[in-house]
Each structure stands twice: as C-alpha cells, then as structure tokens.
C-alpha cells in the first residue's frame, strides 16, 4: 500500500494537470468503487462542475469543486491515478474515466478493486470515508514529541505498531516506520511506554524529517509518471534499512536484523538501534 511520500507525489503530480478543468463526462466500469451514492448518481452530481484542488489527508485524496462540493479517493492496495489524452490507449483494470476540458482524462485503475471513491456535498459532513478518524499529519505544528507521548507513551506495544497506528500519526506505514525507527535509532520492538523524554524528542523530529526526505527523493514529472503508468516511485535506492535484512547496516555494518512486528516484516540494526541481538 502506498504510504505518505507516495500519495504526496501523486498529489503533486495530478493537481497541476487537473486545476481548472470542467468534468464533461464520467464513466464508471465498476460500480462498487463508488461507495457513497449509486454511480448514476454519482455520475450526475459530478459532471459539469470544474476541478478547484486535491488536498491529500493522511492516505485519502480529495478532489474539491468550485460548488463546495467534493470527492474522496482512497487508493488502498493498488488503486493507480492517470491523467491521460483523451484516446489514450486504457489501463487493464481501469474502472472510472474522468472525461475532462481540454482534451485530457482523470482515470482510476485498480488490479484488486479495493479502492473507493465518497462524494460529498458542499456544507455536508464526511461520515462515509473515515478520513475524519486519521491522527495528525507528521507536518502538522501541533504535531510535537508532546503529542507523541501524549498518545503512544502509556502503550506496551512495541513502538512500531503504535506508529502504525493511523488514529495517532497519519499515513506512516511499514516501510517509513522502519526508516524513521532506523533514523532515530529506537528498535522496533521496543515498548512505547519505556521511551524517555529525550527519545520521544528525537522521534518526534524525524518522522517529518524522514517522510520530507523521502517526498523529495520521489520528486517525477508528469512524463515520467505518466510512461511508468503512475508507480515511478523513486525512494527503493535511498532506503537505509527496509528491505535490507541480512546487509551490513549503513552507520556501523553490523548485518541489519530482521524481525516481524504487528504481523509486518522489519529490518533494524542491533547496533546502532539498541538491540541485544537478532
């Protein structure tokens, strides 16, 4: 599933392409991806309204309307945004075709069909995504070693599961937890209420600092993203740790861990991160 940095360069890769545009026409090849309102319906309030902003919260994308109305996308396992010339040959597993102004397309892939779109009115409350139950975003002012602490320092659970917990800290999942652990030289399956003070400190500066490195390093062009259908995702070179088991670690050389947290693979370094052994 993509997490934070991958959903971010979607955004920043389909706003500039979409901003402005009028929808001229919706297809909806699978209906069950509409999962707020039928996909008539759907269709209907959509069409002839023009494209404001994509905003992404946590791993949801919304697209806003000059109405005040919106829709919400969530991409799950292996949803996929194309914006596309019209007659672009289509995409296997292609299931909503946004027919846009100047001559483009919004198109939504999906191998699995997990992903989901809500549509909601303007002055209406989203009671449909769950978007509202996602925690602070890791660049949010309010989000300090406080708020950490505040949240995740009473919890026996290893700190890695709490830092997948989307309900604290927003879009952070295997692979950037991994990542930031590693940075913040804090071992994965330490207890979250064992942290001290100066820890939670240090954690709570790398998740934005890690996530932020990670976002610029996954910077593409339209072109680009386009030619690899939307998963040039850059970041596999300059991960230090994920993936990595069994490698020399890349501050001391000891051979990186490899461990399972909450049922998900990990990687860490019994050197650099504090642990006794593998």
Same mark, same amino acid.
């Given at each position: 599933m993509p997490e934070l940095p991958e959903i971010e360069t979607i955004r920043r890769v389909i706003l500039p392409q979409i901003t402005g545009a009028t929808i001229k026409a919706l297809t909806v090849e699978r209906p069950e991806v509409i999962a707020c309102l039928t996909a008539d319906e759907f269709c209907k309030?959509?069409?002839?309204?023009?494209?404001r902003n994509m905003v992404r919260r946590g791993k949801f994308l919304t697209i806003t309307l000059d109405s005040g109305d919106s829709f919400t996308l969530h991409l799950r396992m292996t949803g996929c945004l194309l914006v596309v010339p019209s007659g672009y040959p289509a995409e296997k597993h292609t299931h909503v075709i946004f027919e846009l102004s100047g001559g483009?397309? @919004? !198109?939504f892939s999906d191998t699995r069909r997990f992903g989901r779109f809500w549509l909601v009115g303007k002055d209406e409350a989203d009671k449909y995504s769950g978007i509202g139950k996602s925690g602070l975003e890791p660049f949010d002012?309010?989000?300090t070693s406080?708020?950490?602490?505040?949240?995740l320092g009473a919890r026996r659970?290893?700190?890695?599961e709490c830092?997948?917990?989307q309900s604290v800290v927003a879009c952070i999942g295997n692979i950037y937890s991994d990542e930031i652990l590693f940075t913040a030289a804090l071992r994965p399956t330490r207890p979250a209420n064992s942290l001290s003070d100066g820890e939670w400190r240090r954690l709570a500066?790398?998740?934005?600092?890690?996530?932020?490195?990670f976002i610029g390093k996954n910077a593409v062009t339209p072109e680009e993203y386009l030619q690899d259908k939307g998963r040039n995702?850059?970041?596999?070179?300059? @991960? !230090?740790?994920?993936?990595h088991g069994g490698e020399p670690c890349p501050i001391c050389g000891e051979p990186l861990c490899k461990t399972v947290v909450a049922g998900r693979s990990s990687v860490f370094c019994p050197h650099c991160q504090g642990a006794a052994s593998c």
């Amino acid at each position: 599933m993509p997490e934070l940095p991958e959903i971010e360069t979607i955004r920043r890769v389909i706003l500039p392409q979409i901003t402005g545009a009028t929808i001229k026409a919706l297809t909806v090849e699978r209906p069950e991806v509409i999962a707020c309102l039928t996909a008539d319906e759907f269709c209907k309030r959509l069409v002839g309204q023009k494209i404001r902003n994509m905003v992404r919260r946590g791993k949801f994308l919304t697209i806003t309307l000059d109405s005040g109305d919106s829709f919400t996308l969530h991409l799950r396992m292996t949803g996929c945004l194309l914006v596309v010339p019209s007659g672009y040959p289509a995409e296997k597993h292609t299931h909503v075709i946004f027919e846009l102004s100047g001559g483009k397309e @919004l !198109r939504f892939s999906d191998t699995r069909r997990f992903g989901r779109f809500w549509l909601v009115g303007k002055d209406e409350a989203d009671k449909y995504s769950g978007i509202g139950k996602s925690g602070l975003e890791p660049f949010d002012n309010r989000f300090t070693s406080a708020y950490l602490k505040e949240h995740l320092g009473a919890r026996r659970k290893a700190i890695k599961e709490c830092l997948l917990d989307q309900s604290v800290v927003a879009c952070i999942g295997n692979i950037y937890s991994d990542e930031i652990l590693f940075t913040a030289a804090l071992r994965p399956t330490r207890p979250a209420n064992s942290l001290s003070d100066g820890e939670w400190r240090r954690l709570a500066s790398q998740i934005p600092e890690v996530l932020g490195y990670f976002i610029g390093k996954n910077a593409v062009t339209p072109e680009e993203y386009l030619q690899d259908k939307g998963r040039n995702y850059r970041n596999t070179p300059f @991960l !230090r740790v994920y993936g990595h088991g069994g490698e020399p670690c890349p501050i001391c050389g000891e051979p990186l861990c490899k461990t399972v947290v909450a049922g998900r693979s990990s990687v860490f370094c019994p050197h650099c991160q504090g642990a006794a052994s593998c």
